[in-house]
């Protein structure tokens, strides 16, 4: 949807294929109904509750349907959530009728299962697991029956494709709703996901049509691992693979009035519908947008070295970057919703929160000339999660976001992602 006339050619798709566009949000609730009251039988459900858009809906939707006594939600506040986070979660809540919902903390446990992991799929796997084992320990707190309960989780169909859930998936990431344990206790039947084959926007149209208020719904979408994939750690190792093809981009993107530095990290890409894994570019020059686009496109086109490419909002004109050993600590933690949450704020003073559909920002573990560590920007527009474009900001915003956030001590040069989805996921991890 992201292409240009790209729904034109799906249209047309449908068309040739003779399919019936049926479906719409009204039939949809309809037949989830049957199929929630018939895997539930008589036992309860138990949500785990992110506060995001998609554990919203189903939260609303399990309520609707079984009713509030026999649906139970759980937010762990897991120690990987921005600033205030797990209390504003709580109040949004009750303050929109969602009476059955408990939090537990259980930052510490997930924190240390995360000690010294670098690897990003490892970190995926873990979080997920810690949920289940969150969930139990939730359970005899709670005193309740496991043999009483089901537990259902908001898994829309963007996570079971990334994660290889279907027959011609390549997995791009593991989502923390796709770990084995999870996938076990779909097969026995102790799992629902009632909308595990709804796109994002489709999962919206779902809320409004159930009368879920619209600051709920238009949130910006939030990973379920949360600051853990946005929290990069690194074991200190690593090189970039090619000095040859680094002189290359520079000598592409010179001509143009910009210096190109390959960093010394890698994240995680989408190319040819399979995973990529692979080295940032940043580019220091001028804030031409249409031609920052053009260049990452090309660069990531050209180079198989190179998945992204930043611009430097923040940079000296021959940046000098150093990988360091660095893992998911508080700290780091802190350091980032500090950041995270002063992004926010200026995106509402100046009215283009509404405009971006998502605003990750990623702390790197890599230091700058001065000995501090680099943090992106990456607010992008979408509809479906499957596809994504990066989102300018206004100069203004973005004078307001480098004069705040490099007014920390901790944190170096500030870099913003001018890549699409693909060849870059949304998140970079």
Same mark, same amino acid.
């Given at each position: 949807?992201?292409?240009? %006339?790209?729904?034109?050619? $799906?249209?047309? *798709?449908? /068309?040739?294929?003779?399919?019936?566009r049926s479906w719409n949000s009204k039939n949809f609730l309809d037949e989830i109904a049957e199929e929630i009251k018939r895997i539930c039988g008589k036992r309860n459900v138990f949500l785990l509750v992110s506060g995001g +858009? /998609?554990?919203?809906? =189903? *939260?609303? $939707?399990?309520?609707? !349907? $079984?009713?509030? /006594?026999?649906?139970?939600?759980?937010? !762990?506040?897991?120690? $990987?959530?921005?600033? &205030?986070?797990?209390? =504003?979660?709580?109040?949004y809540m009750k303050s929109n009728g969602f009476t059955n919902l408990k939090i537990i903390d259980a930052s510490e446990d997930f924190l240390r299962a995360l000690k010294n992991v670098a690897e990003p799929e490892e970190k995926r796997k873990i979080i997920g697991n810690m949920f289940i084992t969150a969930k139990e320990k939730a359970f005899d707190q709670l005193k309740l029956n496991a043999d009483e309960w089901v537990l259902a989780q908001g898994t829309i169909y963007p996570d079971t494709i990334e994660s290889a859930g279907t027959k011609h998936a390549d997995r791009i990431k593991t989502h923390h709703n796709r +770990?084995?344990?999870?996938?076990?206790?779909?097969?026995?039947g102790n799992l629902i996901e009632p909308l595990a084959q709804l796109y994002k926007d489709e999962?919206?149209?779902?809320?409004?049509?159930?009368?879920?208020?619209?600051?709920?719904?238009?949130?910006?979408?939030?990973?379920?691992?949360?600051?853990?994939? &946005?929290?990069?750690?690194?074991?200190?190792?690593?090189?970039? /693979? %090619?000095?040859?093809?680094?002189? =290359?981009?520079?000598?592409?993107?010179?001509?143009?009035?910009?210096h190109a530095h390959v960093l010394p990290i890698k994240s995680v890409g989408v190319q040819g519908d399979e995973r990529s894994y692979a080295h940032p570019v940043v580019l220091a020059g001028p804030c031409d947008w249409k031609l920052l686009e053009e260049l990452s496109t090309r660069i990531t086109n050209s180079f198989s070295s190179v998945n992204r490419v930043v611009y430097g909002l923040n940079v000296v004109d021959t940046p000098s970057y150093t990988l360091v050993k660095a893992f998911m600590t508080k700290e780091r933690l802190d350091k980032l919703r500090s950041v995270d949450h002063i992004v926010t704020e200026i995106l509402y003073k100046t009215d283009e929160y509404n405009d971006i559909w998502q605003m990750p920002v990623v702390l790197l573990p890599m230091l700058n000339s001065a000995g501090k560590e680099c943090i992106v920007l990456r607010p992008i527009v979408s509809q479906e999660a499957m596809t994504a474009r990066f989102k300018p900001l206004a100069v203004e915003t973005l004078d307001q976001i480098v004069k705040q956030v490099t007014a920390l001590d901790t944190v170096g040069d500030l870099f913003f992602d001018i890549t699409h989805k693909p060849p870059a996921t949304i998140e970079w991890e």
């Open positions: 949807t992201d292409t240009p %006339s790209g729904n034109t050619m $799906l249209s047309n *798709f449908l /068309d040739l294929c003779g399919c019936v +858009v /998609d554990s919203t809906v =189903a *939260f609303m $939707l399990l309520n609707k !349907i $079984l009713g509030n /006594d026999r649906v139970l939600g759980l937010h !762990i506040d897991n120690g $990987l959530m921005r600033y &205030r986070e797990s209390e =504003a979660i709580l109040d +770990v084995d344990i999870i996938l076990e206790m779909i097969e026995k999962v919206r149209e779902l809320g409004e049509s159930m009368g879920i208020p619209k600051e709920l719904i238009w949130r910006h979408p939030f990973p379920g691992p949360g600051l853990g994939v &946005r929290v990069l750690c690194s074991d200190g190792t690593g090189t970039v /693979d %090619s000095v040859q093809e680094s002189s =290359a981009i520079n000598n592409l993107v010179k001509q143009y009035g910009y």
